[in-house]
DNA sequence: GCTGGCACTCCACCAAGGAGAGTGCTAGCG
DNA sequence: CGCTAGCACTCTCCTTGGTGGAGTGCCAGC
């Protein structure tokens, strides 16, 4: 029976395609699940509900829809969506107009790197009406371009750590008071020098043989002191996978119907704050380098089974690499949701690309 | 009669006062209504439930309790905490095993100005239960410590700005290729003689003096360029009321049953996220240089009207100051609340106050 | 002025029942 | 042989009505 062979092979016809097209579309609209009636009524199938009907049954012994109760309509599974995602529509491109506006915001912002990140995620949430994320640029190892001490009033400075990739990170250092701001300038410059460029494995090596140099000089133990802070700052940097990760508008989710009036959100919240699992598919990402769909329970942790993320990969591999995505309920406008985020990873880009051209 | 009159002085005598202590604290512990049956059992008061109820009449009659329903037990009502906040308990000191710990944490990122204000928000959410809040310090007119450049790639340099408070903000700003780190150092070193110690408006003043030089000078226009980059930043700054808020914990906030279940809590994030009425209130309490406590209803934007915000200012003064506090339901621990926010605002102050020792 | 007693009120909870939506199945049609 | 019309069935949702219980307000008596 013909019928039997094409559903073993999971391969699904035209017809069938369309009305599991159909339920997708009317259920993510709607938010309630979609009966055979609906479906004609609505998707001018030109055939019959109860046609329908058997096709809607066999999509269900496919595994692509489910069933809240024995008599409510056809909702779709995870591996509906991914069926969906990856045969039925692919990405849809932003619109030109919404384009156009983003364009504008990050122009605005071209020379501020540190507003870069924020505007990601709350772009991608804007226009997705889910929650954005964005996380900063990162190099696997960082690489010193510049230090410099500063003194703040009399009994500190400020050790500020230039990375290759254009981030700054800050530190305080005691002095002793009645050090002046020539003497700083000195011992930063002497760091500048032996430092440049290397990473904390490199510069520990370095500081290292500093050591072994005389002890007498009281700028040169200051300067020792100095680098010592820097690397423990270099090596916290390495040591974050997920150097700074913003997020915005998880309020949107909280207002979609799955999520009002339950806990699970607030679990989703929790399970995102500890970073691990984050972590982990933000390294997966940045390795692969394409942009990732995760749907529903194909997400580890059983707190992420309502919710479906969307990560695109940017920057560039050998120097540093971010991530940008979206996260919303299962029930999310996938095509434009994966469209919206690759555009805004094709942005940051561009960005970080002026970075290294 | 002695009752009407004192009725209208809203003095209460001691009954009065330990009852609606009780009712208060019976209902911040369990969150239902309270009974008068409930409050003889549990808290010995040595008369009847009969009297107790005359006496919640009373109580009610002043304005401090409430009642869902005619049938239920009573609820504080705002001018009920406020008068238990003001009259009855004042603050409790933090238990000193909590305090060491919270010390011993501040202790280790002693160094890291950057995450004093993330560890005084995550810090107060913890001890309290409710969502943290803490704001960097900031300067009314920030002024200008240090400037520094670096190349960044071939035709990109960022600016490095230290202000006086110590925190350090950067910017892009295109190059000629080319250009020499010597010459970006030089250019550096220029603007630091001019523009040290200047303010926003000094600075501009300063700038437009550079305007009148002769032009044909490449350096020169550079660092009038850079200048202006600074400038704005400078500007910026300045602009923003509240340049960093961080919270933490509003997962604490949205466990609590008056939120579980219901769109009030989104309506309260909301109204945070676009920070208006909370930059007012952090000028409030900046201004003040004292604890403020912010109950339900005193809020005057109508969404938060069901929380309640107590807020500390931190810092000099003079120089820069910020904020810290907690945000809960109304039905909050207050005394415990205060006492932790003024805890850590007092810590904060330390900090600081290293700064400019 | 306090207390015990009592009638009253109102919510929370549960069960019953009807409307509605949607299904699965079957017989019949082109 | 696939599609369709019809129909019985199922399950949720909503409404209705009833009950128990918690708590109040008031009054008479100590």
Excluded at 104 to 119: C, I, P
Excluded at 247 to 263: I, N, R, T, Y
Aim: aromatic share 8%; hydrophobic share 45%; with cysteine.
């Amino acid at each position: 029976m013909a019928r039997g062979a094409r559903r073993s092979s999971g391969l699904l016809d035209a017809r069938s395609q369309a009305i599991l097209l159909a339920v997708i579309e009317e259920y993510v609209t709607r938010a309630i699940p979609v009966g055979s009636q609906t479906l004609v009524e609505r998707y001018l199938l030109g055939v019959s509900s109860a046609t329908v009907r058997n096709v809607l049954a066999e999509l269900e012994a496919e595994g692509y829809l489910g069933h809240p109760h024995t008599s409510a309509g056809r909702v779709p599974t995870d591996a509906g969506y991914r069926f969906y995602v990856e045969a039925l529509v692919g990405e849809h491109a932003l619109p030109p107009v919404d384009q156009l506006m983003i364009r504008h915001q990050f122009g605005q912002v071209e020379f501020a790197t540190d507003q870069w990140f924020r505007l990601a995620a709350t772009t991608l949430s804007s226009v997705t009406h889910a929650a954005g994320l964005a996380t900063a640029a990162k190099p696997r190892a960082a690489r010193i371009r510049h230090l410099d001490l500063v003194g703040i009033g009399d009994r500190m400075a400020s050790l500020i750590v230039v990375l290759n990739e254009g981030s700054v990170k800050q530190g305080l250092l005691t002095i002793d008071p009645g050090t002046t701001a020539d003497e700083l300038a000195e011992a930063a410059q002497r760091l500048n020098r032996s430092c440049l460029g290397l990473t904390a494995a490199d510069f520990a090596e370095r500081l290292r043989w500093f050591e072994e140099a005389p002890i007498d000089d009281p700028v040169f133990a200051f300067v020792r002191r100095a680098g010592d802070r820097a690397l423990r700052i270099l090596r916290e940097f390495d040591a974050t996978t997920v150097e700074q990760l913003f997020s915005d508008g998880l309020l949107h989710v909280m207002a979609e119907p799955e999520f009002k009036a339950s806990e699970k959100l607030r679990r989703v919240f929790e399970a995102l704050e500890n970073r691990q699992y984050l972590g982990e598919l933000i390294e997966d990402v940045t390795r692969g380098g394409v942009t990732r769909v995760y749907i529903g329970r194909e997400n580890r942790p059983a707190e992420m089974a309502d919710v479906s993320l969307i990560l695109a990969p940017y920057g560039r591999p050998g120097a540093a690499v971010g991530v940008v995505g979206v996260l919303g309920p299962t029930r999310l406008r996938y095509p434009q949701a994966i469209g919206s985020v690759r555009f805004v990873s094709r942005l940051m880009n561009d960005l970080v690309d002026h970075l290294y051209a």
